[in-house]
């Protein structure tokens, strides 16, 4: 069964002047503006990496959750940043790498399965796959 998810955007202008609008079929975003100034220049709005980052520490949260459950734990707590690496590349700009930082509370967790799930989780995560860069996992678990 596959499930599908709709999102959209709105371009108008020259690239450094244009402003668009991003907007998802939840509603949750809703003509959210972003353009050249959000994501080269820290202007105010939202850009393309940082949607990234915000679906890739989430789906990373969740499938941790997912493998945890699997193993008999349940988190107290998953706090995941991610840290989002758009390089200039010969033709243009690439992600090259998404650094996820995760801190979580696991009551019965050893380190060394605490590693080895959170690992499990990297590799499974639906994001994860799609994403053609180099993804690195910075876990600490919280006693």
Known sequence: MAIIKKASAHWAGDLK??????????GVLREAPYGFKARFEGGKGTNPEELIGAAHAGCFSM??????????LKAESID????????????GFAISAVKLIMKAKIPGASPAQFDEL???????????????????LEATLVQ
């Open 118 to 136: 959170s690992k499990k989780a990297k590799e499974g995560c639906p994001v994860s796959k799609v994403l053609n860069a180099k993804i690195s």
């Open 63 to 72: 499938a941790f959750s997912m493998i945890l459950g699997e193993a008999g």
């Open 80 to 91: 995941t940043n991610a840290e989002v690496t758009l390089d200039q590349v010969e033709g």
């Open 17 to 26: 002047t244009g402003i668009g609008s991003i907007s998802t079929e939840t």
